[in-house]
């Protein structure tokens, strides 16, 4: 596993995202709508961003490597500048790594709620997109996001149990599953 691989992965799903908003972005503005590609892409990366973050420590010890992956990865999103806006903190992504386990908790889980209206927003319209949308973005979105998580989880050299489980019960796979619902119904 290398950080070249995760990346690969993270390209692959954030290709979905823009290609999906790009299509949408377009259809709007023939009839005269907002919508920015920019902005569904921003609300992808910094749910995704907090779900690496979520990660990096349910092994009790903070991954310096997993801590500047997350923030490495992303072009559209930062997840700590969010997180200081919703909080008015002033947390800088090196301060994430001299934070005890426990206290990178605590600060996750300080703005997990205020990040529950970006997630319906997200999730309402990449579900409403891909019910109109040719091909099948949910699985190749899937497939990038299952794939990153599953490296991220081995980037030191290991992966765990607890480690397996925050990825299955991280806020990008809940998007998922709310994506998928959203679509069958």
């Known amino acids: 596993m290398t950080t070249d ?4 992965s993270y390209k692959n799903a954030l290709a979905e995202v823009e290609a999906l908003g790009a299509t949408f972005e377009d259809a ?5 709508k907002d919508f920015s590609k920019e902005y569904f892409c921003w609300m992808f990366e910094s749910l995704l961003q907090y ?4 990660m990096s420590w349910v092994d ?8 500047l992956l997350a923030n490495k990865v992303t072009k559209y999103g930062d997840v700590v500048s969010l997180g200081n806006a919703l909080l008015k903190t002033n947390v800088k992504w090196t301060d994430l790594l001299d934070m005890s386990a426990s206290d990178m908790k605590r600060w996750l889980a300080s703005f997990k709620n205020a990040l529950t209206p970006m997630k319906n927003i997200f999730v ?25 998580l599953v490296l991220f989880c081995a980037i030191d050299g290991k992966s765990e149990e607890r480690e397996k489980e925050a990825a299955k ?8 599953v709310d994506i998928a619902r959203l679509i069958k119904n």
């Open 5 to 8: 691989e995760i990346v690969s």
């Open 28 to 32: 709007m503005k023939k009839h005269d």
């Open 51 to 54: 779900s690496l973050l979520e």
């Open 60 to 67: 009790g010890v903070i991954n310096p490597n997993e801590v």
């Open 124 to 148: 309402g319209q990449f579900a409403a997109f891909d019910n109109v949308a040719p091909g099948d973005s949910l699985d190749k979105l899937t497939d990038g996001v299952t794939s990153l």
């Open 169 to 176: 019960n991280s806020l990008i796979v809940s998007v998922l």
